[in-house]
């Protein structure tokens, strides 16, 4: 009872490491709180789930399997944590900001009249006091997320309402092994008390999901461009640079709604956070919600036709020059110099 | 085969052109200095609706939103653009809410319209990139939902089909009616102001709006009736007191900051060759690289 319970996103039997950063981070807030952390599984041929998420400080996993519970629709997912939640009354609940959980939070938050925030940064625990009606809350969740196009930052709490459900986004959390020897409890739910029939309304025709080939967050090097690398065209040359340089391209949001780059790629609030060795800032301005998603990388270096871009505070070295100018020479060097 | 359909609506700030005056010194949100316009991905929803009313005659298309006076603004411009109808719920009972409170109003609002096939909204709303009233709103109704509709591919007396756009790929759904369908900002756009409609409801206005106006106007609303905007206040709407406004909402700010990010002492560099060759020897020497 009380515990913080994350839902896994699940995809061909592999837990996604969205899932796998929120169990770090729920193992750490268990630890603060003196609680246990659980994990649901909802989906087909859950056998494997276990052994891939107890090394990550699971106490219990809920385990709900049915074939027709995949591929995804809402409203069985729901149900399933719906009335997990109202039996299992944890104090928090923590879901992905991926296109599932931006889909299944709200509802259950709706079902539950539970707060919910969404896209959180950082998750910490603290107390709040409520001036107006002379009471103070221990150990709350704070729910730290960007407003206001990323422009200001809000400690959002849900004083009275459980769970204290939250979402949030891919690689802001770090996914760390807790203990490769943990193991837990394995608890299977069944199925016909969480979903009814009625709930299998939506049928799926047709589904075409790609296997990411981009994988922003592993990448040592992040070649990244802005509205200021000016035509898709001209991100040809960062995409030589990632290559010759062995990293990946990214891109801000205002490259990405410009259609210089796919959406995929986008870093900042609104898409992945990164923390490479080195990032390699290209024509970027520097909007606070893009700096908020790679501000952690080991080295920045800023190339901008722009000396007074305001990306270039936070580099470690400001080139003042143009993408065109600039990145072949960078190739010429780097290609000349090693083997 | 016509349908009923609603699409919610919300009056944003502009948060893609903020500039420098956009936050106080104090570092609250300056509001006054951002432009107030329709969220972009409502109207992607809108577009949607009124396709669905060009192809099935009969089909009306209602725009409801929650607000300020001032929002009534997107409600004509909701027309202006082939809307047939425009509810505003405002009110100081609703100031406050966040998303669960809003989804609740707008829920009690929905409720008042005869019957509902389909209710349109985007995805997000710019100002706060929740994503959450849509399917909060389609829970509070029961009805189910599809989010990041890209477009409407067959509508049936019963059923809807769908193209949904995901983070790494497309998804065609079938779900019945009633239904709630979020659309994404892929979704065609919404098209452009009908010169005819702009000049007919130029002048439609909420009561709010027209006491502003003074008596001079009084007699163009009676001859005139679609001019009328319907305003809402809570006690227009059947609700429970509880789950409204700032009391029904279970989420509280506790504090708003700045965003300050760490100042770096950078090296600047120029474009020579020299300058470019040194910091690549660095990078590489110190192992950044390789």
Redesign the interface.
Known sequence: MNNIIVYLEIEDGVVRDISLELLTKGRALAQQLGCKLEAVAIGYQLDNIAKQVFPYGVDKLYVCDDKRFIPYTTLPHASVLINLFKQEKPQIALLGATTIGRDLAPRVSSALFSGLTADCTALEIGDYEDKKAGKVYKNLLYQIRPAFGGNIVATIVNPECRPQMATVREGVMKKEIYDSKHTGEIHKLQVAKYVSDKDFVIEVLERNIEKSKINLKSAPVIVSGGYGVGSAENFKLLYELAEALGGEVGASRAAVDAGFAEHERQIGQTGTTVRPKLYIACGISGQIQHIAGMQESAMVISINSDPNAPINKIADYVITGTIEEVVPKMIKYYKKNTK | MSFNIVVLAKQV?D??N?GKD??KAD???NRAALPAIFNPEDLNALEQALRLKSKFEGSTVKVLTMGPVRAAEILRESLYRGADEGYLLSGREFAGS???AT?YALTCAIRKFDKVDIILCGRQA???????????V???MGF?????AEDILEVTENSI?VKRR???????????LPILITVNGTAAPCRPRNAKLTMKYKHAATPSEKQEMGADYTDLYDTHPYLNLTEWGANDIEHDPRWLGLNG???????????V????E??????N?A???S???E??NNH???
Do not use: H
């Open positions: 700030p948060t893609r903020v956009a936050m570092g609250t949100v966040d998303t669960l989804s710019i100002d706060g990139d929740t994503a959450q009233v849509g399917p909060q389609a829970e509070k189910p939902q599809i989010t990041y089909t995901l983070e790494r790929g497309v998804e065609i759904v079938k779900g019945p909402s279970p989420t509280k700010v506790k504090k708003i900051e700045n965003i990010f760490t100042v770096k950078s090296k600047r560099l120029t474009a060759d300058d470019i060759d910091l690549m020897k990078l590489i950044t690289l390789g």
